[in-house]
């Protein structure tokens, strides 16, 4: 479509002296041949007919002003085309050697599928909706199980890591602490069950004869204190 905008320029030039004319000959012979440099990724050839016209468009001295206005506008263009062709010189197919394989050359048919999908599942009110950052995600996976390099993919994918707060790096450090000190230990009456002392309960003491059993809070987490009401 570049290219398209080059002849359609220098077909619309309209030359009045030889000058003009023999320059018009020229662009039209440098531009001709720019799509075949193309179709078969000559990089290099189209480099320098597009140099050719960079060239040619500055010295010609137009008498018309159209001649002129044409004369700037192919310049712009080419300029344009040498950037495009810079910046994406190393995604270039050989579109010639392809057709001879018989492979495919055009997208058009993949790009008319794509614009179903997406006007089915996003431009109409619909209740599953896709989201624009869902459609860049499936889109990825898509490409890798085309590919064949999804395995790969998730296997190189590492979760974020969010930072730990304060608090949470500290957790360990206080663990540590805590399992280095010993067991408090407390006295408590011999007694069959805890009373609520939120309410006017008597509680049920042991005898005075037997005095206070002694155990520790670790007895209680483990379960000892079961074993020391049955111990009575």
């Known amino acids: 479509m570049r290219v398209r905008y080059l002849e359609q320029i220098i077909k619309g030039m309209r030359a009045r002296t030889e000058t003009e004319?023999?320059?018009r000959r020229v662009l039209v012979s440098r531009v001709d041949k720019l799509r075949w440099c193309f179709w078969h990724a000559e990089l290099e050839k189209a480099k320098a007919r597009m140099q050719a016209i960079l060239t040619i468009c500055p010295v010609?001295?137009?008498e018309a002003l159209s001649t002129a206005e044409s004369l700037a506008h192919l310049d712009y263009r080419t300029r344009e085309?040498?950037?495009y062709v810079e910046a994406n010189g190393g995604s270039t197919i050989n579109y010639g050697a392809r057709h001879c394989r018989g492979k495919p050359i055009s997208t058009a048919t993949t790009e008319s599928a794509v614009n179903q999908v997406?006007?089915?599942r996003m431009c109409k009110r619909q209740q599953m909706r896709w989201s624009p950052i869902g459609v860049h995600l499936l889109a990825q996976v898509r490409c890798a199980v085309i590919n064949g390099d999804l395995v790969e993919r998730l296997a190189r994918y590492e979760p974020p890591r969010k930072p730990l707060s304060r608090e949470a790096a500290e957790l360990p450090e206080q663990f540590g602490l805590a399992s280095e000190l010993q067991p408090?230990?407390?006295y408590a009456p011999d007694m069959d069950y805890?009373?609520?002392h939120s309410v006017n309960h008597p509680s049920k003491s042991a005898p005075p004869s037997e005095g206070p059993r002694r155990?520790?809070?670790t007895a209680l987490a483990t379960g000892s204190a079961r074993n020391f009401r049955r111990s009575r």
């Open 21 to 23: 004319k023999a320059a």
């Open 81 to 83: 085309l040498v950037e």
């Open 60 to 62: 010609i001295v137009p």
């Open 184 to 186: 408090q230990v407390f």
């Open 118 to 120: 997406l006007n089915q």
């Open 215 to 217: 155990f520790g809070m």
């Open 194 to 196: 805890f009373v609520d």
